[in-house]
């Protein structure tokens, strides 16, 4: 599509999107769950784990992001109880994975309604928060660097670059050690990397980022569309984090809007500590972020939200 029209590239987009409806985006509630993954070995084990239910379920998957206690996954399936069938194969063999290891995790909302995604649109925005999820919440990590997501197929490095072995090259042993489970049989496209079944095999990548007109798109509504994110985590139950930036932009956007003002430095102290207020509440602004962002005293941020410091 390199030389296409934008309508070319857009129709050939949604094309994509009518052959493969419906849609859907599994989002395992994290407020309401347990720690489930708490070392690289709970993650390795996380991701073998959903490759092979996704598979076992027939979903074809557009991208994940495994969390410490959620996950979420954008799905294409004929209905949603597929959904459901691949978190109930999760919640089992994770509650059993961590009796082994001695815990036992509460999964009893793991299992929940996947969202219906209708437009192509949703899909994009489902996509691109899926991706979201890790960098917003961790400074070291880049919407391409989680080893535990497919934000990394999106543009980022070519796989051709990462070194794998194909799943049914491994011997025995190691496969059992792979799924901690008796052997199981994989397609042959099935590779390992780091410990796991690499995020290739779980995701088709390939259609996922041809839902999007070009990486100059995907990288704009990634990376500047926060109110439509902070929205969608509200509709999904999570918490929303924005980035510095996203947080500085949300500030002007208010103060423009309540004060008419360029900037938030322009602002006297009694309204700093009113876009505070809405910043705290509307986007889950932290004590620290709004010191850096509004310069305003630590000690009437903590007076105001002790419970963020």
């Given amino acids: 599509m390199k030389n296409s029209s934008f309508i070319d590239k857009e129709a050939y987009c949604q094309y994509l999107f009518d052959q493969n409806a419906p849609f859907w985006h599994i989002a395992t509630p994290g407020n309401l769950t347990d720690l489930i993954f708490t070392c690289t070995g709970d993650y390795r084990f996380g991701m073998t784990q959903l490759a092979i239910g996704s598979l076992k379920c027939g979903l074809k998957v557009y991208?994940?992001?495994?969390?410490?206690?959620?996950?979420?996954?954008?799905?294409?399936?004929?209905?949603?109880?597929?959904?459901?069938?691949?978190?109930?194969?999760?919640?089992?063999?994770?509650?059993?994975?961590?009796?082994?290891?001695?815990?036992?995790?509460?999964?009893?909302?793991?299992?929940?309604?996947?969202?219906?995604?209708?437009?192509?649109?949703?899909?994009?925005?489902?996509?691109?928060?899926?991706?979201?999820n890790k960098y917003v919440v961790d400074s070291t990590q880049t919407p391409f660097s989680s080893q535990w997501g497919s934000g990394g197929l999106y543009f980022g490095e070519s796989i051709d670059n990462l070194k794998s072995i194909k799943y049914n090259e491994l011997t025995y042993r190691q496969q059992r050690e792979l799924t901690n489970s008796r052997v199981i049989k994989l397609p042959d496209y099935f590779t390992v990397r780091n410990g796991c079944i690499s995020p290739e095999s779980i995701c088709d990548w390939r259609t996922g980022r041809n839902y999007f007109r070009?990486?100059?798109?995907?990288?704009?509504?990634?990376?500047?569309?926060?109110?439509?994110?902070?929205?969608?985590?509200?509709?999904?139950?999570?918490?929303?984090?924005?980035?510095?930036?996203?947080?500085?932009?949300?500030?002007?956007?208010?103060?423009?809007?309540?004060?008419?003002?360029?900037?938030?430095?322009?602002?006297?102290?009694?309204?700093?500590?009113?876009?505070?207020r809405r910043l705290h509440f509307d986007h889950n602004a932290g004590n620290s972020q709004l010191r850096r962002i509004l310069k305003i005293d630590p000690t009437i941020l903590d007076s105001m939200f002790p419970q963020a410091r």
């Fill in 63 to 132: 991208a994940y992001q495994i969390m410490a206690n959620h996950l979420h996954e954008v799905v294409g399936a004929a209905t949603k109880q597929p959904c459901i069938d691949l978190l109930e194969f999760l919640a089992g063999k994770l509650k059993r994975y961590s009796a082994s290891k001695g815990r036992l995790l509460d999964l009893s909302s793991f299992i929940c309604d996947p969202l219906s995604i209708d437009s192509l649109k949703s899909l994009r925005n489902n996509i691109v928060y899926t991706h979201r």
């Fill in 214 to 276: 070009s990486a100059h798109q995907y990288l704009n509504m990634l990376t500047k569309n926060f109110e439509a994110y902070a929205e969608f985590a509200n509709l999904l139950g999570d918490k929303v984090i924005l980035t510095d930036e996203e947080m500085y932009s949300a500030a002007c956007m208010l103060a423009k809007q309540k004060y008419n003002a360029q900037s938030p430095a322009l602002l006297d102290q009694g309204a700093k500590v009113e876009l505070a």
